[in-house]
Structure formats: structure tokens, C-alpha cells
């Protein structure tokens, strides 16, 4: 038996949703509406009291409202269908204690970042791009072969690294190639506004080859709900 049912199989717990589901159904309503807010890993939120709705909380004891706490945070902490609202971007949650059905459940929504993933695949010419294949051939002859470089953008702003990593040889500029690499993003209208995107360039001097792996983030809504019944 988890803390929540412990809590809610106790006389003490039990005596005093009765007489809250009393003072609630007293005011012309059959629940009292729980709110609060959940992100960066935990409940950021007070919890915000009221009759449904949107009616002001009245005439209810502060012991009451102690123990109706204690049973949201322990709701909070020990239920499953929560599992993933820890790690969302954001979450707005709805206890709803109902003295009619007698139940307590949770109605709320959450956010999640999904990856919308893509692939470039560009053959540098010597021909055509003389001044990067040049490049390539130098950073070659000197032990260069893959060489990473990273790139983020979020709400108005994004940039490319001033540097690229190659397992060989550590951390070196890309400074030729900065103007291609941003041409590369230039294919992702907004790639750095909103909720951004990120990625990485891979410049093989090798095969005179760079590949773009982009990630578009796209935030998404989803609904959340589960139940607990009360025992009184």
C-alpha cells in the first residue's frame, strides 16, 4: 500500500473529508479543485484552492486544508500516471477532490519536446568550392578525418561553435567553413527561433563530404488523467 491510500485509510483522514465534502456541498458545489504546476523536476507551484467553478475558497479550517495538502502532495509523489510529467518542459495539474462520486482524480496537461530529425548530405567540389576542399586536403594531411561541430538555436537567437572536435587530433576552427555551414542551416527556416533546434555538422576530409544532422523541436500537449477512490 502506497503513502496516499496509508493516508486515506486513516479515521483522522477520514473524519475530516467528510466534513470538507459537508462544507463544499454547504457553498452549492461537489468538488473542491486543486491546482498547481509542475516543471524543472518538481512542483514549482503553491497549491491554489477552489470550489468548481472558479469559486472562491471560503469557510474552510486550516486543518482541513492541511490534511487536503498533505493528500495532493502524496497524490503527486506516489502516482503513476505521472511517470512522465517529471521530465516534461511543463505540466498544469487539476486535483479534484468529488464528493458525489466520491473520488479524487488528477486532470491536467503536460508538455513534451519531440525531435523532428533530418539529413543534408553535401560532396564538396574542388571545382566549385576550391577554398573548403583546399582546406579538407590540408586538415587531412595533418591527421584530421571526422570533425564534428555542434550547433543550437532557441527563442530568437543560434549559432554555430567557433570549433570543431575530431576524436584524432582534439578541438580545431572552422572558421573557412563557417559561411557553408550556415548556407547548410539556411535549408530550416527559423531553425534558431521558437522552440529551436539543434544538431551537428560532420566534415569528413576523407571523402571531401559534410552531413548535417538537424533536429527541428516541436513542443507537444498531451492529456493527462487518472483516479483514486475515497473511502468514507
Not at 172 to 194: A, H, K, R, T
Request: aromatic letters at 12%.
Amino acid at each position: 500500500m502506497n503513502k496516499l491510500k496509508e493516508l486515506l485509510s486513516l479515521e483522522e483522514t477520514k473524519e475530516k473529508l467528510k466534513l470538507l465534502g459537508f462544507i463544499v456541498k454547504s457553498h452549492g458545489s461537489n468538488k473542491l479543485i486543486v491546482s498547481t504546476a509542475i516543471y524543472d523536476g518538481g512542483v514549482q507551484e503553491s497549491f491554489n484552492f477552489e470550489y468548481e467553478h472558479n469559486r472562491k475558497l471560503t469557510d474552510i479550517p486550516s486543518n482541513i486544508l492541511e490534511v487536503v495538502d498533505k493528500i495532493c502532495s502524496e497524490y503527486l509523489d506516489s502516482s503513476s500516471c505521472l511517470e512522465y510529467v517529471w521530465d516534461s518542459n511543463y505540466s498544469s495539474v487539476e486535483i479534484i477532490f468529488d464528493f458525489t462520486d466520491r473520488k479524487i482524480y488528477l486532470d491536467g496537461t503536460y508538455n513534451t519536446m519531440e525531435v523532428d530529425s533530418h539529413q543534408i548530405d553535401r560532396k564538396i567540389d574542388e571545382g566549385d568550392e576550391k577554398g573548403l576542399y583546399d582546406e579538407m586536403v590540408r586538415l587531412e594531411s595533418e591527421g584530421y578525418d571526422i570533425i564534428e561541430v555542434e550547433f543550437s538555436g532557441y527563442g530568437d537567437s543560434g549559432s554555430i561553435s567557433d570549433e570543431g572536435y575530431s576524436e584524432e587530433m582534439g578541438s580545431v576552427s572552422i572558421g573557412v567553413f563557417e559561411d557553408y555551414l550556415y548556407g547548410m542551416l539556411s535549408n530550416f527556416g527559423g531553425w534558431e527561433i521558437n522552440e529551436g533546434s539543434q544538431g551537428t555538422f560532420k566534415i569528413n576530409t576523407r571523402t571531401k563530404e559534410i552531413t548535417l544532422y538537424f533536429g527541428y523541436n516541436n513542443e507537444v500537449s498531451n492529456n493527462l488523467y487518472c483516479e483514486e477512490k475515497l473511502d468514507f
